[in-house]
């Protein structure tokens, strides 16, 4: 039976920003068995090298740090043709309204959306016909949930961003967002096994499927948003259930 995936990735080259670690990381994995060419980019050249040696497949490292404007635009002239960029690379700041730093917010502003929305436009000149562009957002976008506010504005400005999009760049490039929930990666790697243990089964107790998600799971989503052409100004929700749990 023909993969359809295969068939539509196969020689094709996949930008993933973010690709040195969790959904990231796993849509860089999937992606090359898929038969793409893949270029994983990241701050971290140590640990873009350390991943790109793990995964199987035509994969190569391009370092670049998104809040830096002009060398965004210096590594986005040196990709070559984009078939498909991927920009999942974030950053989360918790705390109440009243007392989350300002700094932290606008840390997390450019991280998540100017960021992404830089590197968008950068990379938009090297673009193939066809070509697709997958932003990231997050649940509490259009759930939001207390000591998350500013997280969940900077999320749903993301999902606003892929829909203004999906419309201005029409005819050269399809764009969609993926909304994930809670999933193990390393992003939790800080926290003491036992407490994020008792996150993830919190968290999972509360939703429909029962359990967090997994990295895999979310590089599906994103495979699919990059290979079906009939996709854009779509906001997939990967939650295991959380915007329609009680």
Known sequence: MTNVFETALKGKHVVIVGGGSGMGKATAELAASLGARV????RNEEKLKAVASEIKGDISVATVDTTDEAGVKTWAANLGKVDHLVISASSAAHGAFAELPTDDLRGMLEAKFIGPYVTAR???PYLADGASITLFSGVLSRRPSVGAT???AVNAAVEALTMG???ELAGKARVNCISPGMVATEAYAGMPEEA???MYAQVGNSLP????GKANEIAQAVVMAMTNDFLTG???DIDGGHLVRD
Do not use: D, Y
């Not at 270029?39 to 990241?42: E, H, K, N, Q, Y």
């Not at 499927?209 to 967090?212: A, I, K, L, N, T």
């Open 196 to 198: 994020r243990e008792g």
């Open 122 to 124: 950068e990379v938009l």
């Open 209 to 212: 499927v029962g359990r967090v």
């Open 234 to 236: 779509s906001v997939l």
């Open 39 to 42: 270029t994983i980019a990241s």
């Open 150 to 152: 500013g997280l969940g």
């Open 165 to 167: 999009l999906a419309q």
